[in-house]
């Protein structure tokens, strides 16, 4: 069974930098895309981006400017980073597995990483 | 980035009820439309992809149809387990983007 577990601080000061790690247990990491999506309180969904095993990426175009993703196949895990947070970064965090054969969709997440921006 | 979205919300029902919830996408996605269902306190779970594909796992109580812009997700005889939040999602086009969620709760 696959599962997905964050890792991270829970509290980050303004204009630091959020740094959240998924490790994934069961089944494949390198045939997937891996992918970070944000839920802020008012519940609304946010794709962050996602990372191949490649180490290519594609990024939300809202969040380009401030994010990086990377992904290290030896330990089964990948990380995202987001410069520049400020209040409007806080949300819960997951990690997910992004299935991209004939369809795409997101199929196992995380529990979710809660992280609030604050001084 | 393609606009999705839902009706009702929220959407009030009884157990036993038989319910559609829609969502409207602001261009054609084809049938690159998902589903998922968020209990409170939970991570979202995938409950239909493509448009109208169970995903494992996930009784045959819910279905979706549709293609273009306009999706339906049904849940027949509502149980108290599926009073949750429910959320489309496209996959059509980068950057990947979500409905606002429809709240089925208790009327």
């Known amino acids: 069974q696959v599962q997905l577990q964050e890792s991270g601080p829970r509290l980050v000061k303004p204009s630091e930098t959020l740094s959240l790690t998924c490790t994934v247990s069961g089944g494949s990491i390198t045939n997937y895309y891996w992918s970070w999506i944000r839920q802020s309180a008012g519940g609304g969904l946010e794709w962050i981006g996602r990372v191949y095993p490649s180490g290519s990426t594609n990024y939300n175009p809202s969040l380009k400017s401030r994010v990086a993703m990377s992904i290290d196949t030896s330990k089964r895990q990948f990380s995202l980073r987001l410069s520049s947070v400020t209040a409007a970064d806080t949300a819960v965090y997951y990690c997910?597995?992004?299935?991209?054969?004939?369809?795409?969709?997101?199929?196992?997440w995380g529990q979710g990483n809660m992280v609030t921006v604050s001084s | 980035d393609i606009q999705l979205t839902q009706s009702p919300s929220p959407l009030s029902a009884s157990v036993g009820d038989t319910v559609t919830i829609t969502c409207r996408a602001s261009?054609?996605?084809?049938?690159?439309l998902n589903w998922y269902q968020q209990r409170p306190g939970q991570a979202p779970r995938l409950l239909i992809y493509?448009?109208?594909s169970l995903h494992s796992g996930v009784p045959p109580k819910f279905s979706g149809s549709g293609s273009g812009t306009d999706f339906t997700l049904t849940i027949h005889s509502l149980q108290p387990e599926d009073f949750a939040t429910y959320y489309c999602q496209q996959s059509y086009d980068q950057p990947r983007t979500f409905g606002q969620g429809t709240r089925v709760d208790l009327k």
């Open positions: 997910v597995r992004d299935e991209v054969t004939s369809a795409n969709f997101f199929d196992y």
């Open positions: 493509a448009t109208s």
């Open positions: 261009q054609s996605i084809s049938t690159y």
